[in-house]
């Protein structure tokens, strides 16, 4: 309403000043028509569709801050925890550093272990076959021996005994053969 009071007073301003020249009523009312039916056209369509754009605007943004305060919220989660990892961390690599320290410790003790083990297997296994050794040298010179003492003793009886001796033996081994 004040639009048209505000026309009117300046019409009649304007009217007042000089003698100039005063728009008649048609020059005045067919633009202030046209403009209250603009008026009413944009608030009929364009308002709505203005309304519901900024409504949804409004929509999309308090869904975007929402779904940022969630990722920043689950953001600074993971920060917490990492930080948290981050300080147990040194403490979680000293207490590897010193197990893997004693596992190594008690690896070189087993393996020295095994290898005095190992030694000792082949120190009883090298006396064993060094006593088979001396045994079957002992055998090997008994039974050279045995043979060199044969042929000794048969050179000696083929030296000195006479073919009298000789029947004798004869006659002796058959009679046992045939006692047998």
């Known amino acids: 309403m004040t639009l048209l009071t505000d026309i009117f007073v300046s019409t009649a301003w304007a009217a007042t000043a000089g ?7 048609t020059e005045l009312l067919y633009p202030l028509i046209n403009f209250l ?17 900024l409504e949804q605007r409004r929509e999309g943004l308090i869904e975007a801050v929402a779904t940022a305060q969630e990722a920043k919220g689950e953001a600074e989660g993971y ?16 207490r590897i550093r010193q197990g893997l320290r004693a596992e190594g410790e008690r690896e070189r ?24 050794e001396v045994k079957m040298a002992r055998q090997q010179i008994r039974g050279e021996m045995a043979l060199l003492a044969e042929a000794a003793a048969e050179r000696v009886i083929q030296q ?11 006659e002796n081994f058959s009679r046992q053969i045939q006692e047998l």
């Open 19 to 25: 003698g100039a020249h005063t728009p008649s009523i």
């Open 37 to 53: 039916i603009f008026a009413y056209l944009v608030k009929r369509f364009g308002l709505p569709l203005i309304k519901k754009h």
């Open 79 to 94: 920060v917490r925890k990492y930080r948290e990892l981050l300080e147990v961390l040194d403490d979680e690599c000293e």
């Open 109 to 132: 003790t087993r393996m020295v272990a095994e290898a005095e083990e190992s030694a000792a297997k082949l120190k009883a296994d090298a006396d064993f076959l060094a006593d088979q």
């Open 160 to 170: 000195h005994m006479a073919a009298a001796d000789q029947d004798r033996m004869v």
